[in-house]
Structures are given as C-alpha cells and as structure tokens.
C-alpha cells in the first residue's frame, strides 16, 4: 500500500474507533471523450463497458463528447481511490477517443469538474439526515472546517495547470468563492435538499486533474477539525448567487497556481489540529506528524 494510502487508512481507522464516525465518499468526474474519426462509426459504448468493469458507471453530460464517470459512494476510501486510479489507466489506454481531463479545456464549452459526495454514518445511519439542513450541526459544522481551510489548502487538492483555476467562475455552475448553499451549483459546496436520507455534502471544487488521495486526505483533515477544534469560522448558506460578492461578500478562490502556492498553509492548520489534542495523545500526534511531513513536501522550496 502507497505511505499516502496507508496515511488515509490509519486517520479513517483512528476517526471511526475514536468517535464510531464513517466518512463515506462518492465521486463524479467529468472528462471529454472527442472522437479520433468523426466519419467513422464510433460511439463511447466500449469505452463505458470497459469503465463499467472498473465498478462505475458513465453518463452522457450536456456539452458534446462530455461524460461523466459516477463511483458510487463507499466507506473503503483506499478501495475508492483504486477504483479512481483504475479508470485513469481505461481512460490512457482509449483508442479510439481523443481523452481531455483538464477543467476548462474549451473556451465555450463546459468546464469539468470532479465532485466529491461526502456523508458521515454512525452506526450506519447518515447523520447527516437527522435534522433540517441548517439546523443539523454535523453537517454545517462539517462544511465550517471545510471551508475555513479550503483556501489554505488549494495548492494541495489542485494540479500545477493554471488551466485548473480558469475553471473557477467560468460559468454560473461553477465555484467562485468559498461559499456554500442548499441546492445552490454556484458555491462551492452544495446541499441537496432532496433524498433526505441519502443527504450529503458536494464538494465541487476540485477538479479531474486532482489528485485523489489529497482531496480524500484534505476531507479526512477537515473531519477532524470538525470534531476537535472548537473555534471555527461560520459560513451562512447563500441562497442566491454566490458570484455576487458584491452582495454576499465571500473569499475568492484562489485564480492561479502562483496565488495557491503563496498561500498554501495547510501545515500550518495541522499544527492547530495537533494542538487541540493532548501532547500525551500518541496516536493521535503520531499520524498528525505523519501528516505534517507530507504536506511539507508539497512547500515551494
């Protein structure tokens, strides 16, 4: 098993026994499948089954040649990251398709995402569900420390492409600040407010370029802050559009790679995390070390 792997392994392990919490995730990754002969019969038919053996399934998005590869939602989060992992090598090894991943390839298409469907379960029950949306404190005080720390974190959860933050903004159903909203595609996490039972929170900001075990890890992350730090910030839920910052006000998403990097202070956040728990706490300070050491190697030099 890859050291990261084994990282969101022991934090998801450490989380459940602690705290009987399961963080179960589910993932939705748009990509553009353009044929390489439009003249000749070709259709995304064998590219779907093949990407159907890997236990996902394919839908066709609205833009031309866009799809999307839906992995159903799971506790294994080693397991989803497999599943993601195996999808790529379908997705290198098409023949017959021209395969494009980056977020905003097309100035006049739609942009691509990966969305991230997270839930929280006790006792396999989605906690998420026991209340209305804006009085149900595991799920706001989740999207919190989520929020709080998604700026701090973007060089993290984002390729080096400046491509990936040209994505930000680029069109009403895409994240422009940090923000969230009940069955609102303009921020950058939304709340369903149907299948009450299956509610869940969308984290809409990373992209198919991302790479998969940092955004699982930076969601384990904010779990934890959720559960151990005390003092958070508090985002209200935007129910217009959150582009209008003239109106809502909002932090923008960082809009370059540079802009990321200069503000990448997610160790920094660890630090605080560590500090909520006693120095006593081996485990626990001993996978927060773990932690830290990895994020520094994604500082600039």
Known sequence: MPYQSKIIHKLSTIITKRYKIECAIGIEVEFYAIPKNRYKHSTIVELAEKLKQCGVSVVKEDDEDQYEIR?????????????????????????????????????????????????????????????????????????????????????????????????????????????????????????????????????????????????????LISLLHKIAVSQKKHYSPIYGNAHDTALYGGEPLHSSHKAAAANFRLPERIILISNAFERSDYEMQNILSEIHALLLQHKIP
Request: hydrophobic content about 35%.
């Open 71 to 219: 992995i159903p939602h799971t506790t294994d989060l080693n397991r989803l990251c497999e599943k993601i992992e195996m999808c790529n090598k379908v997705l290198e090894n098409c023949n017959q398709h021209i395969i494009i991943t980056s977020a905003k390839p097309f100035l006049k298409k739609n942009a691509s995402s990966a969305q991230y469907n997270i839930s929280l379960h006790i006792d396999s029950k989605n906690i998420f569900s026991q209340s209305s949306i804006t009085k149900n404190d595991h799920l706001t005080s989740y999207v919190n420390s989520i929020l709080e720390m998604l700026n701090d974190a973007l060089y993290f959860l984002l390729s080096q492409d400046n491509e990936e933050y040209a994505r930000f903004g680029s069109s009403i159903h895409t994240p422009l600040t940090v923000s969230w909203g009940i069955n609102n595609r303009t921020a950058a996490i939304r709340i369903p407010s149907s299948y009450h039972e299956n509610r869940r929170i969308e984290f809409r900001v990373p992209s198919p370029k991302s790479s998969h075990d940092n955004v699982v890890l930076f969601l």
